[in-house]
């Protein structure tokens, strides 16, 4: 219980709806949430994503273009992760498959399926 009651309630839900979006960069091509990204080691403005939508995005942080999309996924994205070098990108999805890709150009290097993630 606020000690401010219902008033006290109000204001805050107020202030929260007139907050300050302050974001940098926002991954609009996802349709649902997103569930990871991770930047790349040695470009600054490349950042990959995985989300619910069942896709993976590589971006250009600064303009929000969109520079390459991985679609061929069983279900959602949750992990990304560029190698130390930068020169591969692993992706996983909630169905178990690992993929991983050659950057730049994004041929598919290696993959494997391990099953459904609990």
């Known amino acids: 219980e606020l ?4 008033d006290q309630l109000e204001s805050i839900i107020e202030n929260m709806n007139q907050a300050e979006d302050n974001s940098t960069c926002v991954f609009k091509e996802h349709q649902k ?7 790349h ?9 995985g ?4 896709i993976a995005y590589v971006w250009d942080m600064k303009t929000g273009q969109v520079l390459h999309k991985l679609d061929d996924w069983k279900d959602s ?3 990304v992760a ?9 992706a996983c999805d ?3 498959n690992i993929k991983v890709f050659k ?13 459904d993630i609990n």
Not at 3 to 6: L, N
Not at 51 to 54: I, N, V
Not at 82 to 90: C, F, N
């Open 41 to 49: 080691p040695e470009i600054e403005n490349l950042v990959a994503s």
């Open 3 to 6: 000690p401010g009651g219902v």
């Open 94 to 96: 909630m169905a178990g």
């Open 82 to 90: 560029w190698s130390r070098d930068g020169q591969h990108l692993a």
């Open 51 to 54: 989300g619910e939508d069942d």
């Open 33 to 39: 949430s997103v569930f990871t990204c991770q930047f």
């Open 103 to 115: 950057y730049p150009g994004f041929a598919m290097e290696w993959s494997f399926e391990v099953g």
């Open 77 to 79: 994205v949750v992990s």
